[in-house]
């Protein structure tokens, strides 16, 4: 199996569960790896400035990064834009009176910001058993409360990259999800009752073939990992895919392959089996 790129998803996959680490494992895998000629390229639906510590250490192997599921490509090192989609206002505002309707907490991310009334923050706090780091990393340090979030989409120059639903009632997600798909976008669950709103251009499919013409490489001879909804498009992409063994039944079930969970080294196992062949 000639492995030319892998396509690494990031929470639930490679970090452990402080969402900001790798096993010694995974680093000394992702280096030999790059060694070996494979291009490493996380995958993940953080913003720019959310990227955990172990994908800046300055590794050889550290170039592009695809963010916001798809959203964007970036050098890591730079922040350099090469690819960009995002949602227009009028759709934001209209997923934002959308949310309103069902009472549902909303949020948008844009220019390393999360968005939200503080209606909505309030909302989202009795799911702290679910969304703890949500709410404490990624609201408590860029989290930005509006008066008026439709207003807000409408702020010329925002590009708004991904909208956050962080939880919806399974009772409301049929008729919400119904409703969603008149709408010019994309969205899959990212978490438990958690889901993310994007471009209609933009899903980690999408930006994965998008990489492989920048950088000149076949789809068929790349591999991706991942665990969750956002990750599905990802998956049917690669001409090789990996599905960690925490990943939901159905997820495993269209990969080529299952690894062990992301806490027993799966994501490391996964490289050293399909791409060192040890």
Known sequence: MDIQLLALDLDGTSLQADHQSFTPRLHQALADAHAQGVIIVPTTGRQQVLLPPPIHTGAAWENLCILCNGGEIRRIATGELLRGHYVPPQTAAAVVKLAGQYDLPVELSAQGHMYLTQESWDKELPYREFIGYHLDVVLGQNGVVVEDLAQTAHTPGLNIDKIHLPHIP???????????????????????????????????????????????????????????????????????????????????????????????????IAIERYILHK
């Open 170 to 268: 399974d009772e409301v997600y049929p008729s919400l999800t119904a409703q969603l798909d008149t709408l010019p976008l994309n969205y899959f669950p990212s978490g438990l009752r958690t889901m993310e709103i994007a471009p209609s251009a933009s899903a980690k499919g999408n930006a994965l073939l998008e990489v492989c013409e920048l950088l000149g490489v076949d789809p068929a001879h790349t591999m991706a990992m991942g665990d969750s909804g956002n990750d599905v498009s990802m998956l049917q992409a690669a001409g090789f895919s990996v599905a960690m063994g925490n990943a939901q039944p159905h997820i495993q079930a269209l990969a080529d392959a299952v690894t062990l969970p992301y806490d027993q080294d799966g994501a490391a």
